[in-house]
């Protein structure tokens, strides 16, 4: 987590490649299995959202993305068949993506349609964010008003494309907004709430990219943010 840009992005590109060429059909199967039985043990504790986070290089990123795995095909007919069964529960949906991986070979190239079949399966929001991990975490965490430009315009050219989608702008998106939001676009401000729980009174406090908050990524067991530490 110390650094931002990672030593060797081709080399760590290759190594999402392998993992996701070496996941089967089965692999595919046995994971949304597994995120049946973790929803319905949320559903039970009386959680009544749930998000898939597929976004920043993880598991669900790479399996229903085509550029990396052979069965996105089936990934996507999965997530389909997931949120018709929890909307029939009366449960909210939600599904976080990457915009951009961080490689150029495959951002300068992206096409629309991965987000646009997601866009039509049934999710109440689209969580967007962006970067992989190992490729590029400036992309995630965005500390500069280039970075936030990038993600709002992209954010505002999909959300146009899908009127009737809800989508969620996170990474720190609010301080990015200059304009009125889209009637469809919602702003995400969890890393701000985090750092200052009186983030909506006040917005010169937010997040700092203390980092701390990734706990579990850093090995650690339960949520905590370095502004406290110095507050």
Known sequence: MQ???????????????EIASSITEDDVIDTFDSLKLGTELATEAGFDHIQVHAAHGYL????IDSRFS???????????????????????????????????????TESHDSFDRIAGLGFNYIDLSSGFYNLSKRLIYPSSGELLSQRIAATVELASRHPQQDFIASGKSLIGWDTTLPKNVHIGICRDLIANPNYLKDHSNGCQ??????????GADFLTCGKWDSS
């Open 3 to 17: 650094k931002f840009i990672a030593k060797s992005p081709k080399k760590n590109l290759i190594v999402y490649r």
């Open 70 to 108: 052979r069965h996105s095909k089936l990934a996507m007919e999965k997530l389909g068949e997931w949120t018709e069964q929890l909307a029939e529960l009366e449960i909210e949906t939600s599904i976080r993506l990457s915009l951009a991986t961080g490689a150029a070979e495959l951002d300068d």
């Open 60 to 63: 669900f990123n790479l399996i």
């Open 209 to 218: 990219n203390r980092m701390k908050c990734h706990y579990h990524s850093r």
